[in-house]
Antibody, heavy 116, light 113 residues
Framework: EVQLVESGGGLVQPGGSLRLSCAAS????????MHWVRQVPGKGLVWVSR????????HYADSVKGRCTISRDNAKNTLHLQMNSLRAEDTAVYYC?????????WGQGALVTVSS | DIVMTQSPDSLAVSLGERATINCKSS????????????LGWFQQKPGQPPRLLIY???TRESGVPDRFSGSGSGTDFTLTISSLQAEDVAVYYC?????????FGQGTKLEIK
């Protein structure tokens, strides 16, 4: 069974940092492109970042470019999102997503709250 | 960026009736190299992550009931629920994965009339 389990969310002050992780299981993690997508509670879905299966190529939304870094450890089947210089508008649930002919598996999400 | 616009924003349909949600992209998401539309549809219920219903605009994901269907090409797409069931109450999103940044429609809230 495919599973994606996010961790690392929480409350952080503006300007602070947080590292999200996503533990993958039930599939060959190293074969898949992965994404982070966020959602402000009650609002729509916003793509954040993408990483190729071998980690060689990454992409970011303009809203997080320069502040966030996506990475992966294929030996540990783990995806990461390092978020720095956090702002109130980064408050959202962050989903880890597997990409195969579309976003076919999503984690349950990790809530990040940026507030003083 | 490709802008995805859904209509309507909300929809109330009687049980057993047809529900139709439209999605328009600001530019074509049809890839000429493989003749595939990079368009997906998601269902999201409260407190849950989105669930992929349709990919390549018209291919039903495994396990999705056949009352859900997708159609369209280029810039205009439709999600149809042929006979609405109570468990279909949710927010539905279209999504383009043709070009970075991948973008979503604003969502359509589907309710029972």
């Amino acid at each position: 069974e495919v599973q994606l389990v996010e961790s690392g969310g929480g409350l952080v002050q503006p300007g602070g940092s947080l590292r999200l992780s996503c533990a993958a299981s039930g599939f060959t993690f190293s074969k898949y492109i992965m994404h982070w997508v966020r959602q402000v509670p009650g609002k729509g879905l916003v793509w954040v970042s993408r990483i190729d299966n071998d980690g060689s190529t990454t992409h970011y939304a303009d809203s997080v470019k320069g502040r966030c870094t996506i990475s992966r450890d294929n030996a540990k089947n783990t995806l990461h999102l390092q978020m720095n210089s956090l702002r109130a508008e980064d408050t959202a649930v962050y989903y880890c997503v597997r990409d195969l002919d579309g976003y076919n598996y999503w984690g349950q999400g990790a809530l990040v709250t940026v507030s003083s | 960026d490709i802008v995805m616009t859904q209509s309507p924003d909300s929809l109330a349909v009687s049980l057993g009736e047809r529900a139709t949600i439209n999605c328009k992209s600001s530019q074509s998401v049809l890839h000429s190299s493989n003749n595939k539309n990079y368009l997906g549809w998601f269902q999201q219920k409260p407190g849950q992550p989105p669930r992929l219903l349709i990919y390549w605009a018209s291919t039903r994901e495994s396990g999705v009931p056949d009352r859900f269907s997708g159609s369209g090409s280029g810039t205009d797409f439709t999600l149809t629920i042929s006979s609405l069931q109570a468990e279909d109450v949710a927010v539905y999103y279209c999504h383009q994965y043709y070009s970075i940044p991948h973008t979503f429609g604003q969502g359509t809230k589907l309710e029972i009339k």
